[in-house]
């Protein structure tokens, strides 16, 4: 007899439909699985003829080829032993079939028939939802399953309870913790550099790319971990499309298992451009895209490879990356803002009050070399983050927590998207919009001339500036873009004004 159930199976973070076949007839005792990759079939027919055993089922003695499709679709993982077993119990005669084709199953079995949870549940609870189809899977992956708002859903311990408990399913409920964010580190823990604070707040404000540049243990990595803490929160769809990438990694809190804070990642300089960017065999998704809607952190820029650095481009550019193979192409989410810091020289005290450098002047300028123009013109704010002379903080007023320059972030954002559209911000304006959105009055244009001039500003630097000023102007609730808005801007060129 021949049956057949609905599955899944993962490409980048999308699910797609598989169908499971399972044929038992008359022949010489085998079992046969197309359409799953080799190493894989063996290790699936094993637990398939332990778990059904020791379910307490019988298993066909008899012909069996079951077949996974499409073909062509690439299939990873142990999760469709569920849908197999239930395809064999089906073909045997054991389960009905009437009904079967409304679900969609997904799981591991273990070999005394327990579902083991699997990862990537959540974009296949989202597939089942948009094709109405009831969801079977582990009970361990319950709550992850829920975040797809009202889905049907059976979730089960055991694969008699798959069998048996059809029929039984329930409306999702989302999981408790949904919305409630979660608060991390304070800005007002932070006492001093006012001005990398405020560098800060213009990011988060404008969705502006920042390079923070100063010697060893001025806070750059205290003040970039206080970012996340200044956007705007998540919503829901966004808290969704980033916890479906860590869904498929297995990195959800099988409790918790929505995102409630925007992501900060900070992957060292040693990591691989697999580990960065994406890749490797099977194809995952990089650090790049775990930062997806939140914060990539970048400490000592110039260290990482040089192929890194330059693969970065095209996510900074799209909000995605591509990774391409022989037989396709799979494409990962990857929209963060990006925060770097370096150091100003190898040693670290270029510039420095305190301490000598070390460096040669050509040590120092093949350290800055190695970051390329292109990757520095996708970075509009560049701050200077000089050491804390901790004499200078005693007796300083109370600082701004976190909540206050959010709400400033929250009102300019706003402002920005009632002028460019819903979740845009002023980093993404192209040459016309800047025209159209950054006109300046005579007095300005002459200031900002004159300020190029001096600078030998590049057209996209100049570009950069009006941007930055645009953003500063929405901080402040104006609707024009002034000369202290400029002035301030221009401040944010620490690559220029370093005399490097
Ligand atoms: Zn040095």
Same mark, same amino acid.
């Not at 996974?68 to 993982?77: H, N, Q, R, V």
């Given at each position: 007899m021949l049956a057949k159930v609905f599955s899944a199976a993962i490409l980048g973070v999308e699910a797609y439909l598989v169908e499971v076949e399972v044929d038992i007839s008359q022949g010489l005792p085998g079992f046969a699985i197309v359409g799953l990759p080799q190493g894989a079939v063996k290790e699936s027919k094993e637990r398939?003829?332990?778990?059904?055993?020791?379910?307490?089922?019988?298993?066909?003695?008899?012909?069996?080829?079951?077949?996974?499709?499409?073909?062509?679709?690439?299939?990873?993982?142990?999760?469709?032993?569920?849908?197999?077993?239930?395809?064999?119990?089906?073909?045997?005669?054991? #389960?009905p079939q009437d009904q079967l084709s409304k679900y969609l199953f997904y799981g591991e079995l273990s070999l005394d028939g327990k579902l083991k949870p699997v990862s990537g549940v959540l974009p296949v609870a989202l597939l089942a939802q948009k094709k109405g189809l009831v969801l079977v899977c582990p009970e361990g992956n319950l709550p992850e399953a829920s975040l797809a708002k009202d889905l049907r859903v059976l979730? #089960?311990?055991?694969? %008699?309870?798959a069998v048996l408990n059809l029929g039984q399913e329930k409306t999702s409920t989302?999981?408790?913790?949904?919305?409630?964010?979660?608060?991390?580190?304070?800005?007002?823990?932070?006492?001093?550099?006012?001005?990398?604070?405020?560098?800060?707040?213009?990011?988060?404000?404008?969705?502006?790319?920042?390079?923070?540049?100063?010697?060893?243990?001025?806070? %750059?990595? $205290?003040?970039? %971990?206080?970012?996340?803490?200044?956007?705007?929160?998540?919503?829901?769809?966004?808290?969704?499309?980033?916890?479906?990438?860590?869904?498929?990694?297995?990195?959800?809190?099988?409790?918790?298992?929505?995102?409630?804070?925007?992501?900060?990642?900070?992957?060292?300089?040693?990591i691989s451009d697999a580990g960065l960017i994406g890749g490797g065999n099977p194809p995952r998704p990089g650090e790049i895209s775990l930062a997806h809607h939140g914060v990539l952190f970048l400490d000592e820029l110039p260290e990482f490879r040089r192929n890194a650095l330059e693969a970065l481009r095209e996510p900074l550019?799209?909000?995605?990356?591509?990774?391409?193979?022989?037989? $396709?192409?799979?494409?990962?989410?990857?929209?963060?803002?990006?925060?770097?810091? $370096?150091?100003?020289?190898?040693?670290?005290?270029?510039?420095?009050?305190?301490?000598?450098?070390?460096c040669s002047p050509q040590e120092v300028r093949r350290y800055r070399q190695k970051l390329s123009g292109p990757l520095l013109d996708r970075i509009d704010l560049q701050v200077e983050v000089p050491a804390v002379d901790y004499k200078d903080l005693a007796g300083k007023a109370p600082q701004e927590s976190s909540a206050q320059v959010k709400e400033r972030v929250l009102q300019a954002r706003k402002r920005q998207e009632e002028r460019l559209g819903k979740g845009r911000t002023n980093s993404s304006l192209t040459p016309a919009e800047i025209e159209e959105h950054c006109p300046l009055g005579r007095e300005e244009r002459s200031l900002l001339e004159r300020a190029a001039r001096k600078l030998n500003l590049s057209a996209r630097a100049y570009h950069r500036v009006l941007k930055i000023a645009r953003t500063i102007a929405d901080l402040s609730g104006e609707t024009e873009i002034k000369?202290?808005?400029?002035?301030?801007?221009?401040?944010?060129?620490?690559?220029?004004?370093?005399?490097?």
């Open positions: 398939l003829r332990a778990a059904i055993r020791n379910a307490g089922f019988p298993f066909p003695l008899q012909k069996i080829t079951a077949n996974l499709a499409p073909a062509d679709l690439k299939k990873e993982g142990s999760a469709f032993d569920l849908p197999l077993a239930v395809a064999l119990l089906a073909a045997g005669g054991i #389960v979730a #089960v311990s055991h694969l %008699k309870e989302l999981p408790q913790n949904t919305g409630a964010e979660e608060t991390g580190p304070d800005l007002s823990e932070v006492v001093g550099q006012e001005h990398a604070k405020r560098a800060l707040e213009i990011a988060a404000a404008g969705g502006h790319n920042l390079l923070f540049i100063g010697p060893p243990g001025a806070g %750059k990595t $205290m003040l970039a %971990k206080r970012l996340p803490g200044i956007l705007p929160p998540l919503t829901y769809e966004e808290a969704l499309e980033t916890s479906r990438i860590y869904s498929v990694l297995g990195l959800l809190d099988p409790q918790k298992p929505l995102l409630t804070r925007r992501p900060f990642r900070a992957p060292h300089h040693t550019e799209a909000g995605e990356i591509t990774i391409s193979r022989a037989q $396709m192409s799979i494409t990962y989410p990857a929209r963060f803002l990006l925060l770097a810091a $370096m150091n100003p020289c190898r040693c670290g005290y270029y510039g420095d009050r305190q301490r000598p450098c070390q000369g202290p808005h400029l002035l301030e801007a221009l401040q944010y060129r620490a690559l220029d004004l370093l005399s490097w």
